[in-house]
């Protein structure tokens, strides 16, 4: 059974930085793919950023491009988003999801795995 579990949110100021971290195990991913979603209170959850495992191929929201970065760790099995230039827009939890192929979708309804999703504030 895959599990994700995220860590690294908090609280931090407007063009602050934050580096989110997702744990990943219960198989080897070589076929998956990785990505980050956000949900803002009263909004529905979006695509952030997202990585082929394979050959770490990214894409991102165009909202957060330029200032997120995706990157995985194989050998440790995870996945991190350094945050940066945060604005107070970012704020919303954060989870992590895996998707069992390397096509990169990016509607949240096509992952199959989620974790709990950890807290970015950012306040202005």
């Known amino acids: 059974q895959v599990q994700l579990v995220e860590s690294g949110g908090g609280l931090v100021q407007a063009g602050g930085s934050l580096r989110l971290s997702c744990a990943a195990s219960?198989?080897?991913?070589?076929?998956?793919?990785m990505g980050w979603f956000r949900q803002a209170p009263g909004k529905e959850r979006e695509f952030v950023a997202a990585?082929?495992?394979?050959?770490?191929?990214?894409r991102y929201a165009d909202s957060v491009k330029g200032r997120f970065t995706i990157s995985r760790d194989s050998a440790k099995n995870m996945v991190y988003l350094q945050l940066n230039s945060l604005k107070f827009e970012d704020t919303a939890v954060y989870y992590c999801?895996?998707?069992?192929?390397?096509?990169?979708?990016?509607?949240?309804?096509?992952?199959?795995?989620w974790g709990k999703g950890t807290l970015v504030t950012v306040s202005s």
């Open positions: 990585i082929r495992w394979s050959d770490g191929s990214t």
């Open positions: 999801a895996a998707k069992g192929t390397p096509i990169i979708f990016t509607d949240s309804r096509r992952m199959n795995y």
């Open positions: 219960g198989r080897t991913f070589s076929g998956y793919h």
